[in-house]
T-cell receptor, first 114, second 113 residues
Framework: DADVTQTPRNRITKTGKRIMLECSQT?????MYWYRQDPGLGLRLIYYSFDVKDINKGEISDGYSVSRQAQAKFSLSLESAIPNQTALYFCATQRAGGPGNEQFFGPGTRLTVL | DAKTTQPPSMDCAEGRAANLPCNHSTISGNEYVYWYRQIHSQGPQYIIHGLKNNETNEMASLIITEDRKSSTLILPHATLRDTAVYYCIAKGMTTDSWGKLQFGAGTQVVVTP
């Protein structure tokens, strides 16, 4: 089984709808991240969480919210989806402790907002 | 964090070494250099990181110049499965910041038979 899973893998929705993307991990890592990727570009950080009680905004948090329900779960919500939120979304986890700890990424969720 | 500059694309023959350059001329003394790669819209995968010394693992080698203003990722024997976008990231090491990776556009590497 994959260590970092994302659901759904693909989602098509309409403008104005509320959408939740979910991320679960079995790695036991404290740190979790949400990124988005637009075509031809690198990933940009939306939100990150260093533990269950810690939530921080990233580079592009406007229009998004998150919830860290447990160490293993980190959800990203679009309260009112708009077309320019169409993108590939990745969740990542990382063990706390030092700069050498790599991030492990999920398979991604492809979101299309019509 | 220091800005990194990479060529947008490069080709490599299968079985040959692939040398991927990265410029980070404004890097500061406490910034590490990380490499990740992304295979065709999959989640990125960590390759290697380093501070001053050259590093090697089972995937690649990282050569950092003495002045730390540039580095080279070396894939010693490229295979078709190494076709991917490769990201070079310079990251400062405060406790709060070291997890917040900033990805640029990367280098699209195509390995050909």
């Amino acid at each position: 089984d994959a260590d970092v899973t994302q659901t759904p893998r693909n989602r098509i929705t309409k403008t104005g709808k509320r959408i939740m993307l979910e991320c679960s991990q079995t790695k036991g890592h404290d740190r979790m991240y949400w990124y988005r990727q637009d075509p031809g570009l690198g990933l940009r950080l939306i939100y990150y969480s260093f533990d269950v009680k810690d939530i921080n905004k990233g580079e592009i948090s406007d229009g998004y919210s998150v919830s860290r329900q447990a160490q293993a779960k980190f959800s990203l919500s679009l309260e009112s989806a708009i077309p320019n939120q169409t993108a590939l979304y990745f969740c990542a986890t990382q063990r706390a402790g030092g700069p050498g700890n790599e991030q492990f990424f999920g398979p991604g969720t492809r979101l299309t907002v019509l | 964090d220091a800005k990194t500059t990479q060529p947008p694309s490069m080709d490599c023959a299968e079985g040959r070494a692939a040398n991927l350059p990265c410029n980070h001329s404004t890097i500061s003394g406490n910034e590490y250099v990380y490499w990740y790669r992304q295979i065709h819209s999959q989640g990125p995968q960590y390759i290697i990181h380093g501070l001053k010394n050259n590093e090697t693992n089972e995937m690649a080698s990282l050569i950092i110049t003495e002045d730390r203003k540039s580095s080279t990722l070396i894939l010693p024997h490229a295979t078709l499965r190494d076709t991917a976008v490769y990201y070079c990231i310079a990251k400062g090491m405060t406790t709060d910041s070291w997890g917040k990776l900033q990805f640029g556009a990367g280098t699209q590497v195509v390995v050909t038979p």
